[in-house]
């Protein structure tokens, strides 16, 4: 087989095989729901209040919706769909409005982290992703409000030129760290 790692949890050992070509977290997934399930029977027996939790897994994962299911593994954040919207915007209307769009999803994922019962690596490497593209967003913002200013007092367009060449760069750079922080920690898992 190769190397296990063994974990043992109140009702029996759990057996990961790393060399196996099923995935470790849905090794891990799959057994802690089979030890759920076992301890759930043993409860059976001692008289739960109807409608509770028998486990600690139960209403958090087996009762959820698929999209509900997405929506806490933090995979309802589209990373590139907000660096790419960053990108394109042209004016400050297109970027207040992807500000806001992206104001909302840290809101919903901090909410969904207020949650006590949700800890996922996943959304918080897409919360910090998300902040990374709210503040890339506002410092673009400021640059077109820059941009506006300078075009409508200065006359020498190779200047405006170089100066709108200067913050694209600068916001470009920006977008890229932050997405290559967000791959780098998705896949650090």
């Given at each position: ?21 099923e ?9 802690l ?25 139960e ?7 698929e ?9 309802i954040?589209v990373?590139?769909?907000i ?23 840290i ?11 949700v ?5 918080y490497i ?12 506002r ?14 007092h200065e ?22 760290n ?7 920690g998705?896949?650090d898992?």
């Amino acid at each position: 087989m190769g190397n296990d790692y063994n974990t043992s949890w109140n009702t029996g050992t759990a057996t990961v095989d790393v060399n196996s070509k099923e995935s470790v977290r849905k090794q891990v997934k799959d057994q802690l729901r089979n030890l759920f399930e076992k301890e759930r029977e043993s409860d059976d027996d001692m008289g739960q209040c109807e409608g509770m939790p028998k486990s600690p897994g139960e209403n958090l994962i087996d009762n959820l919706s698929e999209e509900d299911k997405l929506e806490r593994s933090g995979r309802i954040y589209v990373f590139k769909e907000i660096s790419s919207g960053i990108m394109s915007a042209d004016n400050i209307d297109d970027i207040r409005n992807i500000l806001t769009t992206v104001t909302d999803r840290i809101k919903q994922m901090e909410a969904m982290l207020s949650d006590e019962h949700v800890e996922d690596d996943d959304l918080y490497i897409a919360l910090a992703h998300a902040r990374h593209m709210e503040e890339v967003a506002r410092q673009k913002m400021h640059h077109l409000r820059d941009e506006s200013v300078i075009k409508k007092h200065e006359s020498d367009p190779q200047m405006i030129n170089k100066l709108k060449l200067s913050h694209r760069l600068a916001e470009n750079k920006a977008l890229m760290n932050a997405d290559m922080n967000y791959l780098k920690g998705t896949f650090d898992e």
